[in-house]
């Protein structure tokens, strides 16, 4: 059975990362995604495992090439995803779990259109205002851009699949779980391998 892609997005502060960890642990199903990237490992960071780190010269080849199904720069750094890469865990049957902004998340539903996206959202923007400032390490200007974007972002919501509120934490993983048992559950997805089953 071929694999599922979930694609998650949320406004800087929602909680994403503590959710999406909590939910790769709970699930061993789930795989998260491998991109490439032009910056340089950090400490702990294992090529192939954390990212497939090229030089700036390969990820233009690879972006130019149409070789990815999404990616970015951010800070100096390329940072994409390979169609093939993806092609090719999606064929062995393993569900893959996207983090992306919603440029990424578009492209890649572009890619593969049988992508689940979710959007994750604060209970409400002031309560995104005091986790960004619960931080601590933010400036104003920073605070307020990422505010900026978060509102931006809540824009783009009408084209995902699925919101879930991040209030408390215990719900919102089970409401990520149960959207992706409802997604594996799907019958364009689970009628293949078992239609040889009901032939008479």
């Known amino acids: ?6 694609v998650v997005t949320a406004p800087s502060g929602t ?26 490992p950090r400490p702990g960071e294992v090529p192939g495992r954390d990212y497939f780190f090229v030089s ?19 800070f100096g750094y390329g ?3 390979s169609k093939e890469w993806i092609v090719q865990a999606l064929a062995s ?16 539903k572009e890619s593969f259109p ?3 996206l979710i959007f994750i959202l604060p209970p409400n923007l002031g309560e995104l205002e005091r986790r960004l400032q619960n931080r601590g390490a933010l400036s104003p200007g920073e605070l307020a851009r990422r505010l900026e974007q978060g509102r931006a972002e809540l824009q783009e919501i009408p084209g995902y699949d699925f919101l879930v509120v991040n209030a408390d934490i215990a719900l919102a993983l ?5 959207i992706v048992t409802a997604s594996r ?4 997805h689970a009628w293949p391998p078992l239609e040889p089953l009901f032939r008479s």
């Open 1 to 6: 059975m071929p694999g599922e892609i979930f």
């Open 15 to 40: 909680g994403k990362t503590t959710l999406l960890k909590a939910l790769l642990a709970a699930d061993p199903g789930l795989r998260f995604s491998i991109s490439y990237t032009t910056r340089q």
């Open 56 to 74: 700036p010269a390969e990820f233009a080849q690879l972006r130019d090439g149409g070789l990815l199904a999404e990616w970015v720069e951010q």
């Open 79 to 81: 940072y994409g995803t």
């Open 93 to 108: 049957g393993q569900d893959l779990v996207f983090d992306l902004d919603t440029r990424g998340a578009r492209a890649l």
């Open 114 to 116: 049988q992508a689940t």
């Open 174 to 178: 089970g409401q990520l779980q149960a």
């Open 185 to 188: 559950c799907r019958a364009a």
